[in-house]
């Protein structure tokens, strides 16, 4: 009935090692992953001179003799003044001014459009999302598929044409008009696509049957998608909103091409800029690398589970 | 129809009459929901999206716009450094979705086999997903600064690399090619493979995780107890049953590959001289370093007839008909 089975002293050895070795495999795997940022965060900490030595050291711990000593570590945060540059100004918050332009004017910028883009994705996605769940209409099967299939759409190949469109708006001279806008309305086309996806899928979990009751007891239908359905699909909204806002943080490309004022540039502009500005000063990038990526790691890793759970629902999968 | 209305239950039909009583506004509610969205859309994707094929026939002579027909497709397939692009870009595509896609399996395949900690493993795996393209590019660059790079000890040694080492930001890569691809490619390329799979692996592994977990555990054991070894229930009985998914992840990889543009950007700039020159860049060169609008303008409706066709591929293989409905 059975093929051969394994002896029982056999069966329960393995039941022992297998998970210690398939652990060890992972924990080697997720080490050799991390190796690239672990790094990174030694460089950052580093003196410039220990920066500069030939051959590079691991990590700045080696005494006059050679040794490697612990208390010998020489580990510095002059790499993060350099980014950040802070001064002394009575006027300013807490008494410093970060003059640093990553600090004082690149990363701001990138947070406002991230904000906003992301706020103005959460709303429309919610409203389209909404509609798509609960709403039989004609041209909506159509519709869908067309936003899926933009969701594939890359911005590169949009690049050209966005670009000419800013420089004719610039032309234009329409009053009011502001980068800005452009720049957010951009983004918003390029994120919204796949969370109206990601949002419809969590809209179709909440059983209709509450907005009924809600209707039926005299709400309005706007009262009922704000009251009622909302509140309920509110991971949803919220992973549209995350993921949206770590896309427009970490773009580069369009933020580069479309900004043509130095003062409303992205901070990923900022770091394509260290490149020509820091040549021999690795520390000053490592740092800069540290602190732009940081804020977005961290988030992820306070909400990973709203993460995961977007990807798979808004991914196309098989 | 006729049954349905019969079926419906009565607190459905109070609640649609409520919502066609509801005035104008109530009974087009859809449109005006949907209509922002539409707007935006219609604004920055498909507005730009004809905009480009119209630039694609025309050409910048002073200030005005003149149509000059097929004749920046002509010159751009026609010249050389397209037909070189086109090569270093199939081998940075193969090259980049084989070494992701196989490590994604592996990474999934031991994550799937229920270890105590798999949540936090696959949160720090997931950790690169996060970080931009850009500062993927810098990290992995400054790694390989010859001489000081924390790696560069490694390169240069000459026992690794016969005879003398190499240097990723200045080796060029050896010619003749081989059937007309530029292979072997220069140590950059394989470079650039390998921080662009870095960044890709974390998606890809979640995505394979997520199809592992819907293979029913039983067939697995049934496979197994009539004789099956692990190599063979992976072989007949998973990976079949993943094969989908797999091949989603392959256009997706492909999809991305094709387009991103910010990791050359920052790691090697298409060099040594143009060894890691692929299409997304040469766009770029093209359009905005040498600011041929029309010629850069036929390189991205070139590029978008492949992404459409990856982007059909995708839906027709996940089969999105049923989840439309």
Redesign the interface.
């Known amino acids: 009935m059975f093929a051969r089975l394994p002896s029982p002293r056999e069966h329960a050895l393995r039941k022992q090692v297998e998970p210690w070795l398939i652990n060890s495999a992972v924990i080697v795997i997720v080490a050799l992953l991390l190796l690239p940022i672990a790094l990174t965060l030694s460089t950052s900490f580093k003196r410039e001179q220990d920066v500069l030595r030939r051959p590079p050291v691991l990590l700045p711990c080696d005494d006059p003799q050679g040794h490697f000593r612990l208390s010998a570590c020489r580990f510095v945060v002059e790499g993060y003044e350099r980014v950040i540059a802070p001064r002394p100004d009575p006027n300013a918050l807490l008494g410093v001014r970060l003059t640093g332009r990553m600090f004082s004017t690149y990363l701001p910028n990138t947070v406002l459009y991230a904000l906003l883009s992301s706020g103005l994705v959460f709303v429309l996605a919610g409203f389209a999302g909404y509609a798509f769940s609960r709403y039989r209409f004609r041209g909506r099967r159509a519709l869908m598929v067309a936003i899926l299939a933009i969701t594939g759409i890359p911005l590169l190949t949009n690049l050209l044409a966005l670009y000419q469109m800013a420089v004719d708006l610039r032309k234009s001279g329409l009053p009011g008009y502001d980068e800005r806008m452009f720049i957010i309305a951009v983004y918003v086309g390029f994120y919204l696509p796949i969370s109206v996806w990601i949002v419809k899928g969590f809209f179709d979990t909440i059983p209709r049957e509450l907005e009924e009751a809600a209707l039926i007891d005299g709400c309005t239908p706007i009262g009922v998608l704000w009251r009622i359905v909302v509140p309920l699909a509110m991971p949803g909204l919220l992973a549209a909103f995350l993921l949206c806002f770590v896309n427009v943080w970490n773009e580069f490309i369009a933020g580069y091409l479309l900004i043509t004022k130095r003062d409303l540039r992205t901070a990923m502009f900022g770091m394509y800029d260290f490149l020509s500005q820091n040549i021999i000063n690795y520390q000053v990038i490592a740092a800069a690398c540290v602190l732009i990526a940081a804020p977005v790691v961290i988030l992820f890793l306070f909400t990973r589970q709203t993460f995961f759970q977007a990807m798979t629902e808004g991914a196309v999968k098989g | 129809m006729a049954t349905q209305a019969q079926i419906t239950s009565t607190?459905?039909r109070?609640?649609n009459r409520?919502?066609r009583q509801?005035g104008f506004f109530?009974q087009t509610?859809?449109?005006w929901?949907?209509l922002?969205?539409l707007l935006?859309?219609a604004?920055?994707?498909f507005?730009?999206?004809f905009?480009?094929i119209w630039?694609s026939f025309q050409e910048r002579q002073g200030a005005v716009w003149n149509f000059v027909g097929l004749r920046n497709f002509e010159r751009i397939f026609g010249s050389a450094a397209f037909r070189e692009s086109v090569g270093h870009t199939v081998v940075f595509l193969v090259g980049y979705v084989a070494v992701t896609l196989t490590a994604a399996l592996v990474?999934a395949l031991?994550?799937n086999?229920r270890?105590k900690?798999s949540g936090v493993?696959?949160?720090?795996?997931?950790?690169?997903w996060?970080?931009?393209?850009?500062?993927v590019g810098?990290?992995?660059g400054?790694?390989v600064?010859p001489?000081?790079?924390?790696l560069?000890?490694i390169l240069s040694n000459p026992t690794l690399f016969p005879p003398k080492g190499i240097s990723i930001p200045s080796d060029p890569a050896p010619r003749p090619w081989i059937a007309g691809l530029p292979f072997p490619p220069a140590p950059a390329m394989y470079y650039l493979i390998l921080a662009t799979a870095?960044r890709a692996?974390p998606?890809v592994t979640?995505?394979v995780l997520?199809?592992l977990k819907t293979v029913p555990q039983e067939i697995v054991e049934s496979a197994r107890?009539?004789?099956a070894n692990g190599w063979q229930t992976l072989r007949f009985i998973t990976l079949p049953l993943?094969?989908?998914?797999?091949?989603?992840a392959l256009f997706?990889l492909t999809?991305?590959g094709?387009?991103g543009?910010?990791l050359v950007?920052?790691l090697t700039r298409g060099g040594p001289g143009t060894a890691t020159e692929v299409l997304?860049f040469l766009?770029?060169t093209i359009?905005?370093g040498r600011l041929e609008?029309g010629r850069?303008?036929a390189l991205?409706?070139f590029?978008?007839v492949i992404?459409?066709a990856?982007?059909?591929l995708?839906?027709r293989?996940?089969?999105?008909e049923e989840r439309?409905a």
Request: net charge neutral.
């Open positions: 607190p459905t109070t609640a409520r919502i509801g109530n509610l859809p449109f929901l949907l922002p969205t935006i859309l604004a920055i994707q507005y730009p999206g905009y480009s630039l990474i031991l994550l086999r270890l900690l493993y696959i949160t720090l795996i997931f950790i690169p996060v970080i931009a393209d850009v500062i810098l990290v992995f400054l790694l600064v001489d000081y790079g924390l560069s000890p870095w692996l998606f979640l995505l997520a199809a107890i009539d004789g993943i094969l989908p998914t797999l091949v989603v997706n999809l991305g094709m387009n543009i910010g950007f920052t997304s766009l770029y359009g905005f609008f850069a303008a991205s409706v590029i978008a992404n459409l990856l982007i059909v995708t839906l293989v996940s089969r999105t439309v």
